[in-house]
């Protein structure tokens, strides 16, 4: 069954269009992650979705039903924010069941939904304490369950980690995937971290300047970007791109015939090291940055394009000598340099 449906949907506030066009279907139980850089037009969607702005042009349905001219009250979601968005006076408890009170839902149920709720998100203990007395890891499982106990047919999590630091950021989305997992339902995720889109997501709805650049599952737009925008957006660090002027002397013979005039993408972890003989690509030494597990490689290319390249130990080359590279020909995507298309390896280079 379909939860969501978003069928040209427009978004303008006054003369400046932020959202144009834009369809997409979300199926019930599914996860769904709209990703793209700042300013892209990810919130005002999920905010249209939730009926916080109005719709200008095209149908937002909910399990069906058109819920254009629906207040949010109405329309079977529960919303997330970044910020927890608590009542400090009020305990754990009472924020979240808040809205059923104002729901007039019967006092046995309220508590059985808020203990239910508190039970799978673990914060049983500090029903009873104020928001307060909470770390912000605590506050936002809160806020998640002041969702839960709504039984929405759809959850809306406007980037509800941003605020926490580096450890329960890891802990937390842990904990949403788990819930998800737990509870079957419906959510829609907006975040700007692709590791959090990555690693959460059955879909990912990638954007850029209000419109969509692609839909797809994670493994998908990572081995098969639609395009350049795409391409660098997803994966960290982003991929490499190289023109016919960077390529080594002998790289250009392994290369299809599409890729003439093409940029040339290649991810950093797929770039290995080898002889000048056998080089695709090659660079001259920049930065090392040893993080342990790994190492992340700087070089300038040989028309001045910074490149990095993903290695398991760091190079013992000395800065400002080359390094020479080489790819595994499925690891190449083919970029038009005016549009920035996909092109396809066995596709005419004309």
């Known amino acids: 069954m379909t939860a969501l449906e978003l069928e040209n949907v427009g978004k303008s506030f006054g003369a400046v269009e932020v959202l144009k066009a834009i369809d997409l279907t979300v199926e019930e139980g599914e996860f769904v992650v709209f990703i793209g850089?700042?300013?892209?037009?990810?919130?005002?969607l999920l905010r249209v979705i939730a009926g916080l702005e109005e719709v200008s042009d095209g149908t937002v349905r909910i399990g069906g039903d058109v819920v254009n001219l629906a207040p949010p009250a109405k329309r079977g979601i529960a919303m997330v924010f970044?910020?927890?968005?608590l009542y400090p006076h009020m305990t754990v408890f009472n924020n979240m069941a808040f809205g059923l009170k104002q729901a007039?839902?019967?006092?046995?149920?309220?508590?059985r939904r808020v203990r239910e709720a508190a039970e799978v998100l673990q914060i049983t203990d500090y029903v009873d304490r104020s928001p307060r007395n909470l770390s912000g890891g605590q506050r936002q499982r809160v806020a998640?369950?002041?969702?839960i106990v709504r039984d929405p047919e759809v959850f809306l999590f406007d980037e509800p980690l941003s605020n926490l630091d580096a450890a329960l950021r890891v802990q937390t989305r842990l904990e949403i995937a788990r819930l998800h997992e737990r509870?079957?339902?419906t959510m829609i995720y907006v975040t700007h971290d692709q590791v959090e889109a990555m690693t959460l997501a059955d879909k990912i709805v990638v954007m850029r300047a209000g419109r969509v650049e692609q839909i797809g599952s994670p493994i998908d737009l990572y081995r098969n970007p639609s395009n350049a925008f795409v391409a660098q957006f997803i994966g960290s660090?982003?991929?490499?791109f190289f023109t016919q002027a960077d390529l080594a002397k002998n790289g250009s013979k392994s290369l299809p015939a599409a890729a003439t005039g093409a940029h040339i993408g290649i991810r950093p972890e797929h770039l290995t090291g080898c002889t000048e003989a056998k080089a695709l690509v090659g660079g001259t030494l920049d930065l090392v940055e040893q993080l342990g597990e790994y190492a992340l490689v700087h070089l300038v290319s040989a028309s001045g394009e910074a490149f990095i390249v993903k290695m398991e130990h760091p190079p013992k080359?000395?800065?400002g000598e080359t390094m020479w590279f080489t790819a595994q020909s499925d690891a190449l995507h083919l970029f038009d340099q005016s549009s920035g298309l996909?092109?396809?390896a066995n596709s005419s280079s004309s």
């Open 37 to 44: 850089p700042s300013g892209c037009g990810k919130s005002t």
């Open 82 to 85: 970044q910020s927890y968005a």
């Open 104 to 111: 007039k839902t019967p006092p046995k149920e309220i508590d």
């Open 144 to 147: 998640i369950g002041r969702a």
């Open 183 to 185: 509870l079957k339902s």
């Open 237 to 240: 660090p982003k991929m490499n």
């Open 317 to 319: 080359t000395a800065k």
């Open 342 to 344: 996909r092109i396809e």
